[in-house]
């Protein structure tokens, strides 16, 4: 077992298999964002992040989380590294382009701008929930439900750059997610060349739902507020 975690194809496997978990994760978390979209009071999107934020099962599963975060990011790395070493440099340049798509050939740069992102979006609201607490949390509490939503507004509403970063963030994200869906499938050899194709169309479909919820809700929380 040791020697084939140890493996390339061993890498390979736990990448894909924290990256699947992390995918389903990225639903999830844009269910529980949307209901910004659909309730301007906040409640629906509070009641919601407090659910995520008290309920015991999310509780176990957030250092799961972090820990395939972790993993995701240090064999991607190791990975790349391992593979810059081995391959040819003359060959490299030489057939990169003919035979992967650019997505596939830059996968490590597109995870460590997601990773910036992700470091951001923590900053702003994930540790001032969980830990360091924020003036605009207590505004409007009821029953020990924090105000997530006005922080998360709050930021949106009065910063054009965090709405453009948030957007730029969720581009980067549908790009890195465009091979890494069918990919991980295909690494843990659930795809052949029948299904390759079909996991691609599901792939761009899942992309643009999730990259293009995460895009849409800081511009519709700054667009209402002109209008409004």
Do not use: C
């Not at 529980?32 to 992040?49: K, Y």
């Amino acid at each position: 077992m040791t020697s084939f975690l140890n493996s390339s194809i061993g890498k390979k496997f736990l990448m894909s298999l924290s990256g699947l978990f992390l995918i389903s994760f990225l639903l999830v978390h844009l269910i529980v964002n949307s209901m910004i979209l659909f309730d301007p009071t906040g409640v629906l999107f509070n009641n919601a992040a407090h659910f995520m934020g008290t309920n015991p099962i999310i509780r176990i599963v957030e250092p799961v989380l972090a820990i395939g975060f972790i993993l995701h990011i240090f064999y991607a790395g190791l990975l790349t590294l391992q593979n810059q070493w081995a391959r040819p440099v003359g060959y490299a340049k030489q057939n990169s382009a003919n035979s992967s798509k650019w997505a596939s050939r830059n996968m490590f740069v597109l995870g460590s701008l997601v990773f910036i992102f992700l470091v951001i979006h923590i900053s702003n609201f994930f540790w001032k929930i969980k830990f360091t607490g924020s003036e605009l949390l207590e505004q409007g509490s009821v029953d020990g439900v924090e105000n997530a939503f006005l922080l998360v507004t709050t930021f949106f509403i009065n910063w054009w750059w965090i709405v453009i970063v948030y957007v730029v963030g969720a581009v980067v994200l549908g790009i890195h997610l465009t091979h890494a869906f069918w990919a991980a499938f295909q690494t843990l050899g659930l795809s052949d060349s029948r299904w390759r194709k079909r996991l691609e169309i599901v792939g761009w479909v899942y992309t643009i739902i999730v990259a293009g919820g995460f895009a849409l809700i800081p511009l519709w929380v700054k667009i209402s507020s002109l209008i409004n």
